[in-house]
C-alpha cells in the first residue's frame, strides 16, 4: 500500500513506459504517492503485474517498439480512467554491444534506436491527440546527460538515440504550447538502476571512469529522478516546456571535479 503524501496529481492519469523496474518503478510509487491512477506499461508481465498491484494501478502489457502496442496502451488507459494527463516515456536499453562507432555493429544501432527513440516516437504520437483533445497533458521522454555532452565512455548509438530524444522532445514542446501539452525531456546522470549495477559488476574501471566526473561524488538514486518527473507531471511545472532537465548531479556544469 502506497502512502499519499500529497494530491498534486489527484485524478490524473500517469502512463510511465518501463515502469516495472528502476526508473520507471521508483516514479510509478511516487505518481500514486501524489495521489495518480498509474498505468504500469511493461514488457514483463510478471514484474509489472506486482508493481501495479503495488501501486494500486493498471499494468498493460506493451513493446514500445510496437506501433499497435503503443495505441492500445493509451486506448486502454483512456478507457479506463477517463483521460491520459502523464506520459512518461521512459523506456530504454543500454546494451554491451553499443559501444566506439569503430566496434558497433548496424544491428545493435538499429535495435536501441528503436526502443529508445522510435519508441518515444510512437508514444507521443499516440498520446497526444488524447491530450490535445482535453485541452492539457504532460509528456516527459527520458534524455539523458549524454544528449548534451560526450560521454566519458562511448556509447554511440545510446547517445545519439538521447540527443534524438531531447530535440523531439523541443520540437514538440513548442508546437503544442499553445494547446495546452507541455512536453519536457529528462536528462539523467548516472542512476543507481540495476543497468549501472551490472555495469559494475562486469567492468569496474569502465564505471568508476563515470563516477569521477560526477561534482556530487554519487549516482543519483531512482527516488530523485522521479522526484524531478513528479515534479515535471504536476502544475507545480506548469510555465515550463520544451526544456533540457538535467538532473545529473552537476556533471554538466563541471569543468573540472573536486578530489
Not at 502523464?86 to 530504454?92: E, L, Q
Not at 538502476?193 to 562486469?202: G, I
Request: glycine share 8%; net charge negative.
Amino acid at each position: 500500500m502506497i502512502e499519499v503524501i500529497s494530491n498534486r496529481l489527484r485524478n490524473r492519469s500517469a502512463v510511465i513506459t518501463g515502469g516495472a523496474s528502476g526508473i520507471g518503478l521508483a516514479t510509478a510509487r511516487r505518481f500514486a504517492a501524489e495521489g495518480a491512477n498509474v498505468v504500469i506499461a511493461d514488457v514483463d508481465p510478471t514484474a509489472g503485474l506486482r508493481v501495479a498491484e503495488e501501486v494500486g494501478g493498471l499494468f498493460v502489457k506493451a513493446d514500445v517498439t510496437s506501433e499497435e502496442d503503443v495505441k492500445n496502451l493509451y486506448a486502454v488507459t483512456n478507457e479506463t480512467y477517463g483521460s491520459v494527463d502523464i506520459a512518461f516515456n521512459n523506456a530504454g536499453i543500454s546494451p554491451a554491444n553499443d559501444a566506439s562507432i569503430l566496434e558497433t555493429g548496424i544491428e545493435a544501432w538499429r535495435k536501441v534506436q528503436d526502443v529508445n527513440l522510435t519508441s518515444v516516437f510512437y508514444c507521443c504520437k499516440y498520446v497526444l491527440p488524447y491530450m490535445l483533445a482535453q485541452g492539457k497533458g504532460s509528456i516527459i521522454n527520458t534524455a539523458s546527460f549524454v544528449a548534451v555532452m560526450g560521454a566519458a565512455t562511448s556509447q554511440i548509438s545510446y547517445s545519439a538515440s538521447k540527443g534524438g530524444v531531447l530535440s523531439m522532445s523541443r520540437e514538440l514542446g513548442v508546437e503544442f504550447a499553445r494547446q495546452g501539452v507541455r512536453v519536457n525531456a529528462l536528462c539523467p546522470g548516472p542512476v543507481n538502476t540495476p543497468l549501472l549495477k551490472e555495469l559494475f559488476a562486469k567492468d569496474p574501471e569502465k564505471a568508476a571512469r563515470r563516477l569521477v566526473h560526477v561534482p556530487l561524488g554519487r549516482f543519483a538514486e531512482p527516488e530523485e529522478l522521479a522526484a524531478a518527473v513528479a515534479f515535471l507531471a504536476s502544475d507545480d511545472s506548469s510555465f515550463i516546456t520544451a526544456s533540457t532537465f538535467m538532473v545529473d548531479g552537476g556533471i554538466a556544469g563541471a569543468y573540472v571535479t573536486p578530489e
